[in-house]
């Protein structure tokens, strides 16, 4: 166990209709790995007590998400992030794009353009563009395209809100049984939040032997605050723990 006295680990809160995303924006050991895929390693391999240490209680939740930022390796990448949740590290999250594109336009990571200011973001997955609304000096609404996403199994139970993982899967479902077609939207809503995505597939490809399909995904990113986590030696619950 590592000791974490007098570490200070900050972070920004943000939120995509209602699915939380915590941004560690400083405090967090650097990983090592060239390749955004040898640092996922590395920190899932090494470092993995500071995820359960920020994403369990007693500073997280059993549904609480994270991102770590971390050096892009692609070149054409403005931002690089490794995901991570109660359990491990997701290669893929819509909901944390979502929110990443405004947090990037917002913090420098990129010029901001109107009517949209496009943001590379690296994931583990590959290299996600998104699109973030920004009219009059202020950001808002953003959307992306998957990467191609095919139906894998069916009738299997999607998230606990409208999410950007969730809705591209719906819709690639949707696409796969016919009930929609091409550039035709669909709106996702959370009956007890109100909140939600739109998402649409917008063309045809290939992954692998897989027929597959481009959706693009749109949502609303908000911010809920910052924060800055300490830890104390003698603290028996330092390490976290996780109540579902």
Sequence with gaps: MERYCGMNINTVEMHTGGEPLRIVTDGFPKPDGKTILQKRRFVKEKLDNFRKLLMHEPRGHYDMYGALLVEPDIEDADIAVLFMDNR????????AVIALGRYATDYGYVRPTEPETKVNIECPCGLVKALVEYKNGKSGSVRFQSVPAFVFATDVHVDRSPCGSGVTARITLQYHKKQITLNKSRVFVNARTESNFSAKPVRQTKCGSYDAVI???SGRPYYSGASVFTFEEDDPLKGGFLVK
């Design 215 to 217: 959706i693009e995904v």
């Design 88 to 95: 491990s590290y997701s290669t893929m999250c819509g909901h």
